[in-house]
């Protein structure tokens, strides 16, 4: 099993960024996929974007194309996610979550979560 542990949200400006990171502990990190999500208050948790256990491959909610970047470092069991051009519509709790197979947009097919970190954007 994979523990998580989300650091780096914070309050900022809209047009500002924020660099999210998630600690990993447990061998099963370098082979799994991994994920971004969000959950704004009232609303559904929702996919944010996604990476192969290689980094190779990555994956965006059309909403963050070209804003977000993910990332991971296996060496260091890290998992990131580097957000430019912040707005309120991006305020959220965002977790990282991983997964065995390909890259999923749908929370329920993630098998371990960290427990979330609050990002607010003010206008």
């Known amino acids: 099993q994979v523990q998580l542990v989300e650091s780096g949200g914070g309050l900022v400006q809209t047009g500002g960024s924020l660099s999210l990171s998630c600690a990993a502990s447990?061998?099963?990190?370098?082979?799994?996929?991994m994920g971004w999500f969000r959950q704004a208050p009232g609303k559904e948790r929702e996919f944010v974007a996604a990476?192969?256990?290689?980094?190779?491959?990555?994956r965006y909610a059309d909403s963050e194309k070209g804003r977000f970047t993910i990332s991971r470092d296996n060496a260091k069991n890290m998992l990131y996610l580097q957000m430019n051009s912040l707005e309120p519509e991006d305020t959220a709790v965002y977790y990282c979550?991983?997964?065995?197979?390909?890259?999923?947009?749908?929370?329920?097919?993630?098998?371990?979560w960290g427990q979330g970190t609050q990002v607010t954007v003010s206008s």
């Open positions: 979550a991983g997964r065995t197979g390909i890259w999923n947009t749908r929370p329920g097919m993630y098998d371990y």
């Open positions: 447990g061998r099963a990190f370098s082979g799994a996929t």
């Open positions: 990476i192969s256990w290689n980094g190779i491959s990555t």
